[in-house]
C-alpha cells in the first residue's frame, strides 16, 4: 500500500495535470507558497465559497455580507495588535544560510518522540493483544518511559518559553537537545529573533513621503472597522453577523505541504456580535453549526475533530480549531473563537469614534461580544481533494484515479459525448450540451474511445457521463454512467435534467446542516 506521503505528492501532481493548482509563475520557476487555481480548480473553489456563503447569508436573516478592501488604514494594524504582536520566532543556520522557525523545529523534535512512543506502543499492543494498557506500558517499559520523560521535559519548557515570549530559552531548547540544520546537519545557529509577518509596501508619493501600508493578514479587520457602518445602515440588531471571503496574505517562513500554508490565500470570516455575557452560548452555536457545515458534505463524519485550545490569547474566552484528517495528519482547517470586546474597543480606543451599540431592548449602550469562525479557502480545497483522491483497481486488472467530489462541488456537473463523430451524434449531444448549460457546468468531448472520456472525467471528479449513441435518435434515451459506481443506465433525455438538479442542489445540503 502506498505511503501517505506518496498519495499526497500523487494528489499535488494530479491538481497539476487536470488544471487544479499549478505553481504560481511556473515558466520562471515559481514563487514560494504561492499557487495559481486552473480552470476545474476555479470551478471547485467557487463552489465552495458559494457553499459557505450561502450557508451564511441565505440561511440566516441576521447575517449579511461585506466586500472590505486588502489596503486599511495601517492604525487597523496597530490596534489589532498585528504591528507588535503578528510575529514568529526565526532561527538561522550559519552552515546553510536557512531560516527556520524556532517553535517548528521543537514542535518537529517533540512529535519524533511522539511517533517513537506511538510505535512501541503499537508493537506492543500487538504482542499482548486485548489486555494492553497504554498508560501501564509508558510508565513501566524501560525504554518508553525514557521517551516519555525527555518528550514532557522538551514540551514543558517549550510552552514556558514561548509563553513568557523567552526567545533565549527557544534557543537554548535547540542548544540542548541538538537539533540540527535538516540541509547542512550543524549546530551552527544564530540566535532567535522576532519577525512580523505582515507584507508591507508604500501608497502614494507626497512629499512628506509615502504612507506605509500592509497587505491585510486576515480579513477579519474589515468588518471590525465597518461594524457601525453595516449596522447602521442594515439597521441589525444584536445579535447578528458580518460575513466576507477575501484575501488574506502572510509571510510564512515555514512554508509546505503545498496549498496548507501560503502566502496568499484566502479566508472566508464571519463575526457575529452578541450582547457581552452570551457569548459562549453562541461560541457553543456557531461550533455545531460549522462542524454540521463541513460534515454535511458527506467526506467521512471520523475526519473530523475539535481541537480546544488550552492556551487562549489574551484577548479570547473560548477557541477550537476544526481539524481534517489530511494526508500529514489532523490539521486545522478552521477557527472558531470567542474574540470578546477585544477589536471593537481597540478600535474605539485608537480611532477615538464611538463604536458601541445601543440595545433597544435592554435600553443600554454597550461594546458587543463576538464570535468569529474563520476558515481558509485553499485548506478546505486540500481537505476536499484529500479526501476525495482515489486510486482503484478495476475487475481485468485496469485501474483508475477518481475524483470522488461531493457532486455539489464539482468541477464540471456532467460530460457530454457523441459515441461517434457523425451520423448526427455531435449535433443531438450539443443539443442536449445546450439544454444543460443554463443550469449546470457541462462540458462536451467527442475525442477518443469512450473508456478514455470516461477516465478523464474521472480524475476531474464529474458526477454524470452522458452518452449519445445511434438509438438516440430513434428513441430519445441517453446512456448515463455515474462516476462512483461506474454504473450505466439508459434514461430519456427529457429526465437529464432532474437527475443531475438533484444531485447537485446545495439545498440538500443546507436541510442537513439545519434539520440535524
Ligand atoms: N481572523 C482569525 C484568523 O485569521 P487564523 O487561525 O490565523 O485566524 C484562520 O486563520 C484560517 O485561515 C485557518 O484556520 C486556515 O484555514 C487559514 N489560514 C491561515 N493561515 C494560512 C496560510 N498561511 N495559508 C493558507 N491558509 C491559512
Redesign the pocket.
Known amino acids: 500500500m502506498a505511503s501517505q506521503e506518496d498519495v499526497f505528492k500523487k494528489l499535488v501532481s494530479h491538481c497539476k495535470e487536470y488544471g487544479f493548482v499549478f505553481p504560481s509563475s511556473e515558466i520562471y520557476d515559481g514563487l514560494a507558497a504561492v499557487y495559481d487555481y486552473g480552470q476545474n480548480g476555479v470551478e471547485l473553489k467557487n463552489n465552495i465559497k458559494k457553499y459557505w456563503w450561502d450557508s451564511m447569508v441565505l440561511l440566516h436573516e441576521n447575517v449579511v455580507g461585506i466586500d472590505a478592501a486588502i489596503f486599511m488604514h495601517p492604525t487597523t494594524w496597530k490596534a489589532s495588535g498585528h504591528v507588535d504582536a503578528f510575529n514568529d520566532p526565526l532561527i538561522d543556520n550559519k552552515d546553510s544560510k536557512k531560516r527556520y522557525r524556532a517553535d517548528v523545529l521543537i514542535e518537529d523534535l517533540i512529535a519524533k518522540y511522539d511517533e517513537k512512543i506511538d510505535k512501541e506502543c503499537e508493537k506492543a499492543a500487538k504482542k499482548f493483544g486485548d489486555s494492553f494498557d497504554r498508560e501501564m506500558f509508558c510508565a513501566t517499559n524501560g525504554r518508553v518511559k525514557e521517551y516519555v520523560e525527555k518528550r514532557d521535559a522538551i514540551h514543558s519548557r517549550f510552552v514556558n518559553a514561548m509563553e513568557a515570549n523567552d526567545l533565549a530559552e527557544l534557543k537554548q531548547i535547540i542548544v540542548d537537545n541538538e537539533i540540527v540544520c535538516p540541509i547542512s546537519g550543524t549546530k551552527n545557529w544564530t540566535d532567535v529573533r522576532q519577525f512580523n509577518l505582515m507584507f508591507s509596501t508604500e501608497m502614494g508619493s507626497t512629499a512628506d513621503g509615502a504612507m506605509k501600508v500592509y497587505l491585510r ?4 479587520q474589515g468588518i471590525f472597522v465597518n461594524f457601525l457602518n453595516v449596522q447602521k445602515t442594515g439597521r441589525l440588531k444584536v445579535p447578528f453577523g458580518i460575513c466576507q471571503i477575501g484575501k ?1 496574505f ?1 509571510n ?1 517562513i515555514v ?1 509546505r505541504q503545498f ?5 496568499e ?1 484566502e ?1 472566508m ?1 464571519m463575526q457575529f456580535f452578541v450582547r457581552p455575557g452570551e457569548e459562549l452560548k453562541w461560541f457553543e452555536h456557531w461550533k455545531q453549526f460549522r462542524l454540521r457545515w463541513h460534515k454535511a458534505l458527506g467526506l467521512g463524519d471520523e475526519k473530523y475533530r475539535f481541537h480546544d485550545h488550552e492556551k487562549l490569547a489574551h484577548y479570547a474566552n473560548a477557541a477550537t ?1 476544526i481539524e481534517f484528517q489530511m494526508p500529514f495528519g489532523f490539521k ?4 472558531i ?1 470567542s474574540r470578546t470586546d477585544f477589536d471593537l474597543s481597540s478600535h474605539e480606543k485608537y480611532s477615538g469614534k464611538n463604536i458601541k451599540y445601543f440595545d433597544p431592548e435592554i435600553n443600554q449602550s454597550y461594546t458587543p461580544y463576538v464570535i ?1 469562525t ?3 479557502v ?3 480545497f486540500l481537505s476536499i481533494m484529500s479526501a476525495a483522491y482515489c486510486e482503484e483497481q478495476l475487475e481485468g486488472g485496469d485501474s483508475r484515479v477518481v475524483l470522488k467530489l461531493p457532486p455539489v462541488l464539482a468541477p464540471i456537473k456532467a460530460c457530454v459525448m457523441p459515441l461517434v463523430k457523425k451520423d448526427g451524434l455531435p449535433e443531438k449531444a450539443r443539443e442536449i450540451l445546450n439544454s444543460l448549460k443554463f443550469d449546470f457546468k457541462c462540458s462536451y468531448d467527442e475525442k477518443d474511445s469512450i473508456g478514455k472520456r470516461y477516465r478523464r472525467q474521472d480524475a476531474i471528479g464529474t458526477p454524470f457521463c452522458i452518452t449519445v449513441d445511434h438509438q438516440t435518435i430513434e428513441d430519445n434515451c441517453v446512456t448515463i454512467r455515474y462516476r462512483d459506481t461506474m454504473l450505466q443506465e439508459r434514461v430519456e433525455i427529457d429526465k437529464l435534467h432532474s437527475i443531475i438538479a438533484d444531485a447537485v442542489n446545495m439545498k440538500n445540503l443546507f436541510k442537513k446542516i439545519v434539520n440535524q
Open positions: 493578514p486576515e480579513t477579519a488574506a502572510r510564512e512554508a496549498i496548507f500554508r501560503m502566502r490565500f479566508q470570516e480549531d486545522e482547517v478552521e477557527g473563537h468569529e474563520s476558515i481558509g485553499d485548506r478546505m
